[in-house]
């Protein structure tokens, strides 16, 4: 069952179809969403856990907006993190009166980085009876409703109160792997994004013969990709990441020695890695994830002053405080700040207080110049999977990943390339290896994001008024994939019982790749007296319009993804009305819902930055009164 994009159904209809869909799937499959993470709540018994949306000042987008519109006179002319919050975050009076009802309650609360939120552990019989339901919606927790009435002593200084998630597990990775799996037949099938490394390959001999099948899928390295985007240019031009920090957001954690590794194997430092757990006593054990991340990284920005890792908890409340840490202390604040975790929307539809919030602290990132990249996704246009005795299906419905639908960040879907012996880009497409390998890159419409963000409307109206993701696309594909080094309990196999050399793709690591690609752009930026990208959508949606339109210049930023699709309805479950292709959706000329813009062209990216800041308009000029 699923709704085709040419359909008579009214455009407004199609949010509430996906998620009745969504619904519908999950209960053919004996399933609720929260079923599906298989994972028990993580509070204290007796305990709910609820986020106080606290009255502030408004201008917060207006902000955003005029500091990341590279057609206006405040075009990239940053705040500092703590100027926007002391300018948009509620007053200390209200602050201290929410505080002290929490606490007369016998509840405890800690104010939010932003200054706009505070979250809460409240007793369960307290909010039953001081918090009543509002009973618009319905709650993931399956026993009470999400938003509450705000009680008569804090009226005007909260402006609502909802429930937050504190079940694990809902925020996964979108690391992939093929380690330990027999394709079963030879690469290149027709219908598939799968391509022959045909490019050259550079490092130690284990790097470099890494991968499916051998001397015919060995990974991709570092000076493959590195190439393909651009950032060797900018490496040659001295731009190696210098004076630059980066945060990387993560459910799992990594062993030094394993990126020691792989930094030897080719060529590159050890990068100076800083781990910050975020409400866990000690950092998480190994995982594929933040090894990919770490990785890429290392080989993007190679003298990055610091790659903070901050690792956290997988539920919502404990990304809303991840995310929220990753805009650093007073004086440390990132350049940019990398996400390869999501979680498909229809499963979150009812968490408006979590995903309001969490806009917040993105966009208080884009008023200060950090950018923020999101990694779209890897179950296709499907956006949402399930896992059962049967194995991990996709689901027969449309939806994108948050938070890669926030309006306030850039979302990165995925692509497969083809190079050239020098190792530039022949030719890519969008990452679709159905039905051999599970995953595509991500694309979808938000139910979550409506209306659609000022610098994306005029795109593909006809599916519906939503936010679309992606915005860009870079390699995931995880045939070839990328060359990693992993020691990790769920990096080893049959074939590896001790971890190793292997490939990995997904969303995941076209995500660091681009976010590192920023570091190096702000340095070119710095260089010519500019500031940093910031918030990257409004000038790639500019410059994509123009690239359509013919401007020469614009094609030098991003090179359009006009083959493949990201529809997964041949791996969606038969039993949920899946089995057949979905319809959702196929590359084309300029922007799409399968690749978004297209692949970024990191130099080119630079270049334009700098000539937009230059050439931004000038204040109208103060008028004076007439005495």
Not at 71 to 85: A, C, D, F, G, I
Request: proline share 6%.
């Amino acid at each position: 069952m699923h709704h085709h994009p040419r359909s008579s159904r009214r455009k407004s209809d199609l949010p509430r179809l996906v998620l009745a869909l969504a619904v519908l799937a999950l209960a053919s499959l004996g399933l609720s969403a929260t079923a599906a993470a298989g994972k028990s709540q993580n509070q204290k018994p007796g305990e709910l856990t609820f986020l106080l949306q606290l009255k502030h000042p408004r201008g917060l987008a207006k902000l955003v907006r005029a500091v990341s519109d590279p057609q206006s006179p405040q075009y990239r002319e940053y705040l500092t993190v703590e100027q926007v919050v002391r300018r948009f975050g509620a007053s200390p009076a209200d602050t201290k009166a929410t505080m002290l009802w929490l606490h007369e309650h016998g509840a405890t609360g800690r104010l939010g980085a932003t200054g706009t939120y505070v979250t809460a552990h409240i007793p369960t019989s307290v909010a039953r009876r001081a918090l009543p339901a509002t009973g618009a919606t319905a709650s993931s927790s399956g026993s009470l409703s999400d938003a509450r009435r705000v009680p008569a002593p804090l009226r005007g200084k909260v402006s609502a109160i909802g429930l937050i998630g504190t079940e694990e597990g809902v925020f996964e990775g979108t690391a992939q792997t093929v380690a330990g799996q027999h394709l079963g037949q030879e690469p290149g099938l027709k219908g598939t994004s799968i391509v022959l490394n045909s490019g050259t390959t550079e490092g130690c001999a284990a790097g470099r013969q890494t991968g499916a099948y051998q001397d015919k899928l060995n990974g991709y390295t570092p000076n493959q990709y590195l190439t393909a985007f651009g950032h060797a240019t900018l490496h040659k031009q001295g731009f190696k990441g210098q004076g630059k920090d980066i945060a990387v957001i993560e459910t799992d954690g990594f062993r030094r020695s394993d990126i020691e590794t792989f930094a030897k194997c080719f060529g590159l430092p050890a990068p100076n890695l800083r781990v910050r757990p975020v409400g866990i006593p000690k950092p998480l054990a190994p995982g594929d994830e933040t090894t990919l991340d770490l990785e890429v990284l290392t080989a993007t920005v190679p003298k990055a002053e610091h790659i903070y890792v901050y690792e956290g908890g997988s539920s919502e409340s404990k990304l809303l405080d991840t995310v929220a840490a990753a805009l650093g202390t007073k004086g440390h604040h990132p350049d940019a700040i990398s996400i390869s975790l999501g979680q498909c929307e229809a499963e979150l539809g009812g968490q408006i207080a979590f995903r309001d919030t969490l806009n917040e602290v993105f966009a208080v990132a884009d008023a200060s110049g950090i950018s923020v990249l999101v990694a779209a996704g890897d179950v296709g246009s499907s956006g949402c999977k399930i896992e059962n005795e049967k194995g991990a299906n996709a689901l027969p419905l449309v939806s994108a990943s948050e938070p890669a639908s926030s309006p306030y960040v850039t979302a990165v879907g995925g692509t497969n390339v083809e190079l050239t012996k020098a190792n530039q880009i022949k030719q890519e497409m969008v990452w679709n290896d159905s039905p051999i390998a599970f995953g595509a890159g991500g694309g979808a419409l938000s139910i979550l994001t409506t209306p659609r963000p000022w610098w994306q409307r005029g795109l593909v109206s006809k599916y519906g008024d939503g936010r679309i993701v992606p915005d860009v696309a870079g390699l995931a594909d995880l045939l070839p994939g990328y060359a990693i080094y992993c020691t990790a309990e769920i990096c080893k196999s049959a074939e590896q019982p001790e971890g190793g050399w292997q490939t990995v793709g997904g969303t995941s690591a076209a995500t660091p790749l681009y976010a590192g690609g920023v570091l190096l752009a702000d340095g070119y930026l710095a260089k010519r007296g500019a500031p940093p990208l910031g918030f990257l959508n409004p000038l790639v949606y500019e410059v994509g319009r123009e690239a359509k339109s013919g401007v020469a210049a614009a094609r030098n930023v991003l090179l359009d993804v006009t083959r493949g699709n990201n529809d997964l309805g041949t791996m969606t479950p038969v039993d949920a009305g899946g089995g057949a292709p979905l319809g959702y959706f196929s590359a084309g000329v300029g922007y799409d819902v399968a690749s978004g813009w297209g692949s970024l062209k990191i130099p080119g990216l630079a270049q334009v930055a700098a000539e937009r800041f230059a050439s931004r308009p000038a204040p109208a000029p103060k008028q004076t009164q007439k005495k």
